[in-house]
């Protein structure tokens, strides 16, 4: 019998603040976020080395910014990565705001 890997889920963890990206159960990956009113600042995203080059990542960012668009939140990608994709497409123009310093400032202090 083969082991078929399953497909990755993505799941939304309210108490840590984060999505996750789960692979045949273990967590692969996660990208943190923080909630300012209507905004949600993504500031960082990891994927676990042993599941990198299978865009993990990518798939991470694209259903966690679609979570963001069906709770009619906006998106501030101080995260890297997160910047880089919303870089590439322009599906989330329209609820992206930018990163300024206040915002800088309220993630040092959450």
């Known amino acids: 019998m083969t082991d078929t890997p399953t497909t990755p889920t ?9 999505y996750a990206i789960r692979v045949d159960g273990e967590r692969a ?9 209507r905004q949600r600042g993504f ?17 991470l960012i694209r259903e966690a910014l679609g979570d963001v ?10 995260c890297p990565f997160v910047a ?6 322009d599906t989330y123009d329209d609820l992206t705001d930018p990163v300024t310093p206040e915002v800088l400032q309220r993630l040092d202090t959450d």
Do not use: N, W
């Not at 993505?10 to 603040?17: I, N, Q, Y």
């Not at 500031?43 to 798939?59: S, V």
């Not at 880089?84 to 497409?89: E, F, G, I, M, Y």
């Open 29 to 37: 990956g996660l990208t943190g976020y923080r909630d300012r009113g």
């Open 84 to 89: 880089a994709c919303l870089s590439k497409h």
């Open 10 to 18: 993505v799941e939304r963890v309210d108490a840590r603040h984060r």
């Open 69 to 78: 668009r069906s709770s009619g939140r906006r998106i501030v990608p101080v």
């Open 43 to 59: 500031f960082h995203t990891e994927i676990d080395p042993a599941y990198a080059g299978r865009g993990l990542a990518g798939q």
